[in-house]
């Protein structure tokens, strides 16, 4: 038989020891910017291992992940990532089951690097290929931190390059209730860190210094998206970076803990309100949120806060889990895998860079 066919049986195996509640082990693989991990996860919701080889020292010094090196470092590190990985899950690769990798969205070198060492090691042994999209790995993550979560549930998408609002209706489709007009909430924290000096990478620095300072400056106005599930952060991050331009010609002292506890408040405050509003409109009494911005503490304050006064259960997962790593990534493929989506018959998935929620 050749790969297809044997792979074709071993789903048809796979699927039928889950019905039986026999253990299923996926090995997943991500490394879709400046994080080489790989993990394994026990039947889509235990964690085994979850190694992560992060990049942020190396990029740090340019201000930002600069894509060849992170590709190059991803090849450099990924066999050491595979064996440890195993060896802390105490299993060996002739028992994992399945393997998933992120072949979208990301840089192209880095996705490269991860999805051509899946499909060698899905092909050398004989095993299912799941090709998962990267920002649905984040949503899987909740159901990892919690093991009773069933959709249907409202998740709230927050990174460096995506800001949603989903309906999480089953566990292979969702419906989109609003997003981000332009750009996505990260990539404005990673902007606004940068001009007030605080430099890279910015969510956690301007977390940490909003800490120190009051919420008394006021960038952005009422407008008519304020009545839809919709959001806009250019206007939010051009208004401080004016703020601080008109400080500096005036001669003025600023305040940076002051414009990042501003910032912050008014970045978070417009989605907490629209998520929860969104989980009423739609009778959902689960909110879930993801992505690594769901690491942010006002973010998880205020949305505790907000979904406790409306009844609704919340759920977020542990700070690794909201940052990339490859135990999203096999959760989210051991449930294509169990209900037979995105699997790679033929190995011809290609990394997709720009793919889409």
Known sequence: ????????????????????GKDI????????????????IKNGREVLSNQIASQIDIHTRF???VPEVASRNHILCINNVLEQSLKTANLSLEQIDAIAVTYGAGLSGALMVGVNFAKGLALSRNLPLVAVNHIKGHISANYIQNKNLKPPFVCLVVSGGHTAILRVD?????????????DA??????????????????GPKIDKEAKNGQYNLHFV???????????????LKTAVINYLHKMEQSHEMINVADVACSFEHEAVDMLVEKTVRAAKEYNINIVAMAGGVAANSYLRETMSKECEKAGLELTYPA???????????????????????SINYDLKVSPNPSLKL
């Open 1 to 20: 038989m050749n790969y297809k066919q044997i792979v074709e049986q071993k789903v048809k195996e796979i699927q039928e020891k889950a019905k039986q």
């Open 25 to 40: 082990y996926v090995l997943g693989i991500e490394s879709s910017c400046d994080e080489t991990s790989i993990a394994v």
């Open 63 to 65: 201000g930002g992940v």
């Open 170 to 182: 089953d566990y292979l489709n969702h419906t989109l209730i609003g997003q981000t007009l332009d």
């Open 185 to 202: 909430i990260g990539e404005a924290f990673d902007k606004v860190a940068r001009v007030v000096g605080l430099g890279y990478p910015g």
């Open 221 to 235: 106005k009422k407008s008519d998206l304020d009545k839809t599930y919709n959001v806009s952060y250019s206007g």
């Open 319 to 341: 700070l690794v889990l909201c940052t990339d790593n490859a135990a999203m990534i096999a959760a989210e493929g051991y449930n294509n895998l169990i209900l037979g989506e």
